[in-house]
């Protein structure tokens, strides 16, 4: 298990509390690498509610939430230690990555640099 603290946490005790982590489980590995090459090389990844999620999915990898997101649709979500562990536990499912993927920003996002993205903001607000 390979766990990568957010990129902008320079709090000491977060690095002090995943070492002693690793002291307690051998099999914990707390690694700086590069996102992408970390999830290129994962089953899955678990995440409370971060855009590693959505680029898991680029990787077209299984994800597992931890937290409320909005990009939960094809995701294991685990709210509680006992959800997670079963969750881990079992095969990750294989979902429908491309299809997802195009949904969520084609559809459901808005593009900054389409001429009608005020009355599609405005619409979407109800204004």
Partial sequence: MV???????RDPGTAEALRALQARYPHLQVSAA????????????????????IEAYLHRKPVVLCGQSDFHHIADVAHDAAALRST??????????DKFIWWYFADQCLDIGAP???????????L
Avoid: M
């Fill in 34 to 53: 590069n996102i992408h090459d970390l999830i290129a090389a994962a089953d899955r990844v678990v995440t409370i509610n971060s855009a590693v999620g």
């Fill in 88 to 97: 881990l536990v079992r095969a990750p499912k294989r979902r429908a990555y």
């Fill in 3 to 9: 766990v990568k603290p957010h990129p902008r946490d």
């Fill in 116 to 126: 009608d993205l005020v009355e599609r903001f405005c619409a979407r607000c109800g």
